[in-house]
């Protein structure tokens, strides 16, 4: 392996979009959370997907690290480069390239955020509906299989992207995937893609299912007194089948956060924040019968958010929710935890964790996209303390061992990155081996994205 | 290779579920469309998971072919053992394990019949909307990624399968998926298994997500004057983000065959059967939207199929509706297709199918899944006529590429087998070679259902 060797025939090709800039490494070897930065020895800035072939081929020939990135917003250390490499950053593939509007898909490039495309398709009367918290890129929302608000009523990446179009660890190009709404012609190579994390291909080209705008959209907010009766409102609103087209839910301390990040005035206990879409028949019967229910848990009148900016103001609130947390506490990093569990298990999985972290002496506040049965603690702790660190190991493993316990799963959105990697043996048993197989078959050199999602003995 | 010894070294594990008879080998040898009969040397009838993993080292062992079997209802020639070996019948792996209602799931043997699932569930008030039109089972459907009439509701296998138990071609076994909605841990094997029809594992189990009754469901057919008008509905309706939950094409011959094998009288003109879900409040929403549109495109007023009774008829019609065609003309065989394009270009993609078939000797009446892009024509051949043959092959051929050249599929949901295969390479480009390339990773010795979905040169 020669990474020098790389860089030099690289140079050529990407002229000045070729950066070893001190700054450029620097930026793109931080994480968002915890992890120890870890710059690469060089960041590309492919504009074309015939580019992106090109880096990847020469980087097989030196067996040379290449680290795909988005916005750099992934949580488990995903694109940090610890065996150095290229980062290669999409920034300059961020073009819209087709609207089909009559079969509601979008052909975009990798590197457009969720907020541009769906500034892009306002005109259309279309939208894309995952939202991770952060303005993520297309490619990397693909690459961590990622979710958000809304999955509850239309899914997470998973279901929402047709077609891919991947550049090979050996620079082969693919297209995975077709216009066509279905299809059984072999493996799906689409999925097994979404949510690779970068170790398998990088993507250059997406397409992706979009909803309409639905004709009504209402969004409210419900405060409880605990938080069992929260998430056992929502249970019920699941088991009900009340298409809910988002279903969060935050603690005290989460609702305290926001308060004094968005200077929001929301009464610190449990909240629920919801929205409804449909017809405005349909938005009242939901909104109606998911009043009952909270009702019944003993939740507080509905406050609404009537107005668009209102709404926006909302769910912007809840977006930033993360960032509000982080400065609820000075100089303090984050882990942060995402577990996931079927629905039924989902109070017990809360009350149990909660019980966690009213022992552990660091905070912890919890919120989560309860409608899927994923929740995050966000454990906060200084840095430089070793046992806050090891308090928050702790508080972690034990929710990751109670989710595989309860029948779930240690990442419900997040991903795997190095943070969540201690605990893939144990969710997957063989199956974990089989899919270092399948990364052996399709990355004999481990160029792409080494050290993440596998282990290769 | 050697089939004997693996046949002695089998006999003692299975005993008398080991079959030798000419009769069961004859019924596992045969397709239900055009090929050729090739059965298999012997016929093993599993009762556990751990019976199927000796099975299958045993036959890694001696390198002999195994191949799953369900009920044998695909249309391909899925099934057929064209290297000899050992059919591994799931018949008596047919239990429902365990109902979650509160998480709207269950986990289920591959053996069971989508009809004897939703007999079991029905008192649950769950039911598992994948209906193909045979009585498939579900491990069938798995490895075929099936749909039906409620996939441009519900979707398919694909959207329907959470979790596998599957016997690796080394015996291993392994579990993918869990109970929890969603999860970024990591490949998604289950994906990449559901369609991979018994070429990289044999799926012993499988967790489902099922939906909850409707609380008012309705039924109607609609005639129009033209496959065209009829087919301009279909599209509006699917812009207009209506929420069907079934909307089925026939044309007037697929009609005319329906009315003779069921005793029916509709009008022999081209149908849209349509099905809604919902409140009682939403569904006579739909429905006096869907009409609107209907009446638009020169459809006739709605015949409602009222009573469940009635509604069971009218699907149990669409159903039976390969065998009513079949039977519609005299000694003959089908070759069925099974194009999926984009919904913008359904129309087109008909109409010159329509064209095509009209040009020929033969006749193939069309009917299918058009809510998703998806239809079928049902080429009827004499098996003892060349010139026929040859027609249908051509025919066929015609779909494929169309379908390809406006950025569909050549199979929507019936998948690869022996008769898919052609085309795939077409369809795939180099994706197919990283199929083989899966393949290889996950069965070196290629002993699991040889000769399908993938080509290993
Ligand atoms: C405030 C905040 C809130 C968040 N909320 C959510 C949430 O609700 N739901 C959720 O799922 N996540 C959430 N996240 C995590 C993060 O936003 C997601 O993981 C997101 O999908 C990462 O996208 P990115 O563009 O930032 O990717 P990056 O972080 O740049 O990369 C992520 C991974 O994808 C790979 N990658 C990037 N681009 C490509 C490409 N073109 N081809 C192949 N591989 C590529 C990288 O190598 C890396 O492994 C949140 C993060 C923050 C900071
Ligand atoms: C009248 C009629 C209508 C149909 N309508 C539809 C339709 O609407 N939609 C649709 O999708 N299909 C349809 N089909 C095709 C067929 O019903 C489907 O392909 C179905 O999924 C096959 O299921 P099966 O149990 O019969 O599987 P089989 O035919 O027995 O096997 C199919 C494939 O799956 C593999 N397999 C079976 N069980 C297992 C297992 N446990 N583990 C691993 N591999 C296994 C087999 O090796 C084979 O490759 C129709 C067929 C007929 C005859």
């Known amino acids: 392996m020669s990474i020098d060797a790389a860089l030099r025939a690289l140079a050529p090709v990407l002229g000045d979009r070729l950066s070893l800039s001190k700054s450029d490494l620097a930026a793109h070897g931080q994480s968002e959370t915890h992890f120890d930065p870890t710059p690469p020895d060089a960041v590309a800035y492919p504009r074309t997907t015939q580019e992106v072939s090109q880096i990847v081929k020469i980087c097989a020939q030196h067996r ?13 250390g995903h694109t940090l480069a610890t065996q150095g490499g290229i980062t290669v950053d999409f920034r300059h593939m961020a073009q819209v390239l087709e609207v089909h509007s009559e079969d509601m898909t979008v052909r975009v490039q990798p590197g457009i955020t969720r907020e541009a495309l769906n500034e892009d398709l306002r005109a259309t009367g279309l939208f894309f509906p995952v939202d991770p918290g952060a303005n993520a890129t297309l490619g990397g929302m693909a690459a961590t299989r990622a979710s958000g608000t809304t999955a509850v009523r239309y899914g997470t990446m998973r279901d929402n992207v047709m077609a891919l179009e991947v550049v090979l660890a050996d620079g082969r190009v693919i297209r995975t995937g077709s216009g066509a709404r279905k299809s059984s012609a072999g493996y799906d190579l689409t999925a097994l893609l979404v949510g690779s994390e970068g ?3 990088l993507i250059t080209e997406l397409t992706l299912k979009l909803q309409g705008q639905p004709e009504a959209i209402a969004a409210a907010t419900c405060a409880f007194d605990t938080i069992d009766a929260a998430v056992q409102a929502v249970t019920a609103t699941i088991a009900m089948g009340i298409p809910m087209a988002r279903i969060e839910f935050l ?10 990040y968005s200077r929001a005035d929301f009464l610190v206990t449990p909240h629920l924040m919801v929205e409804f879409h449909g017809s405005d ?22 406050s609404w958010a009537s107005k668009p900016e209102d709404r926006t103001r909302l769910w912007q609130m809840r977006h930033h929710a993360y960032w509000a947390i982080i400065a609820s506490r000075k100089n303090t990093t984050a882990i942060v935890t995402d577990v996931c569990v079927p629905i039924s298990k ?44 090891r308090a928050a190991v702790d508080l972690s493993a034990g929710m990751a061992e109670r989710a595989l316990a309860l029948g779930g799963t240690v990442t419900g959105e997040h991903g795997v990155g190095l943070g969540k990697l201690p605990y893939m043996a144990a969710e997957h048993g063989a199956g974990w081996d089989v899919m270092g197989q399948i990364k052996r078959a399709m990355d004999p050199l481990n160029i792409l994205n080494p050290g993440k999602v596998v282990r290769l003995d």
């Open 64 to 76: 040379c690290p290449v680290v795909g990135y988005g916005a750099g917003t992934s949580l488990e």
């Open 346 to 389: 989902l109070a017990q999985a809360v009350a149990e964790t909660q019980a966690d972290i009213d022992a552990a002496p660091i905070p912890a506040p919890i919120l989560g996209h309860v409608g899927d049965g994923n929740f995050h603690a966000i454990l906060l702790i200084d840095p430089d303390n070793a046992d806050e660190k």
């Open 251 to 260: 603690d005290a301390a989460s609702v305290a956060a926001v308060n004094a």
């Open 199 to 201: 170790t398998l291909g």
């Open 281 to 302: 028949a349909g938005v009242a019967e939901q909104a109606e019968r998911f009043g009952d229910i909270a009702q019944d848990c003993g939740g507080s009148a509905f």
